[in-house]
């Protein structure tokens, strides 16, 4: 039975102090936090029991989702107590995987339609690794992360974390589908000059080189890693714009007369003064802005704007 893997144990320290104060997994995306979107994805792809590796901050992560029995799933923790690269993560779960998984990294935000294919051609083409993908623009974009360089018939030829030239344009967008034999993978690899890390990527182009059927598919129609503050904005307006809404206002909000709300998402327990203008805007819980205010592209806290 397929198995569902979140790594959620990220520090956040880009964020600033709303990083320290909060894990990446629960900060809110148009007001639901954002592994709760990954449970609900791995949900309906019939998986019922998901692992979650917790670091920083891990009991508020526990808060959050509980035993996973409100969500319909049963959800098993596991501490990641040295932060070592995604591939010792990963490495770590040896004894608790027994069948295949999808593995999504819990500061990604994406959307796929799609991604019931990564499993029916998982299953169908007896593949040991499954990549999901997206054809990227945005050559800074596949810099950040990683490039796959594939086939006609989209079997993997090369890996690349972090590529100073990309060869290719399609970019790894940190969703996997992988047997058990990843875990030969990990064993094989060796930490890196570039971060001193065990790097999952890396355990990739291994399985490839040993001869597994390690395939990619471009199922990825967008996604957004979660590193500042201006990405929690970004993600909100894709939201809301697959929502069809303009705005989402949350639970006991109140909002003036005369207020002009553009791609903004209110929180819960927000009071907004009349006559105010909010665009682009995320404003946290619990946050009172006074009539007149007039802001554009930030995320409002109770303690003020977010840098």
């Known amino acids: 039975m397929l198995k569902g893997v979140i790594l959620a144990a990220g520090h956040g320290a ?3 102090p709303f990083g320290k104060q909060n894990p990446k997994p629960i900060i809110p995306i148009a007001n639901k936090p954002l592994i709760i979107y990954h449970i609900e994805i791995l949900k309906k792809l019939g998986i019922e029991e998901i692992i979650v590796v917790v670091g920083h901050l891990g009991y508020r992560i526990i808060q959050t989702l509980g035993d996973g029995e409100k ?3 049963k959800i098993q923790y596991v501490e990641q107590e040295k932060r070592l690269g995604l591939a010792h993560a990963v490495g770590q779960l040896e004894p608790l995987i027994d069948s295949p998984f ?3 990294l819990g500061d990604i935000f994406f959307h796929s339609p799609n991604l019931h294919l990564l499993v029916e051609t998982f299953e169908k083409e007896k593949c040991a690794c499954i990549l999901a993908t997206k054809i990227e623009d945005n050559i800074e974009n596949i810099r950040r992360n990683f490039s796959v360089l594939t086939d006609e018939n989209n079997n993997v030829i090369q890996v690349i974390e972090k590529p100073k030239f990309p060869k290719t344009n399609i970019k790894g967008c940190g ?5 058990e034999s990843i875990f030969e993978g990990i064993h094989r690899t060796p930490r890196t000059a570039l971060r001193d890390e065990y790097e999952l990527t890396d355990s990739i182009q291994i399985m490839s080189e040993l001869g597994y059927k390690v395939k990619a598919l471009p199922v ?5 890693n979660i590193t500042f503050i201006k990405d929690l ?3 909100c307006i894709l939201e809301l714009r697959r ?3 303009t705005f989402i206002q949350g639970e006991n909000s109140q909002i003036g007369k005369d207020c002009r709300l553009l791609n903004t998402v209110i929180g819960n327990n927000v009071t907004i003064g009349d006559s105010s203008e909010l665009i682009e805007c995320v404003v946290l819980d619990n946050v009172r802005l006074p009539s007149g205010t007039n802001l554009s592209q930030c995320v409002i806290s109770e303690e003020g704007v977010l840098e």
């Not at 969703?175 to 047997?179: G, K, N």
């Open 71 to 73: 969500f319909g799933v």
């Open 220 to 224: 990825i129609e967008w996604d957004v």
């Open 243 to 245: 929502q069809g809404k």
């Open 102 to 104: 999808i593995l999504i």
């Open 233 to 235: 904005i970004t993600c």
């Open 14 to 16: 880009r964020l600033g």
């Open 175 to 179: 969703i996997y589908l992988f047997d």
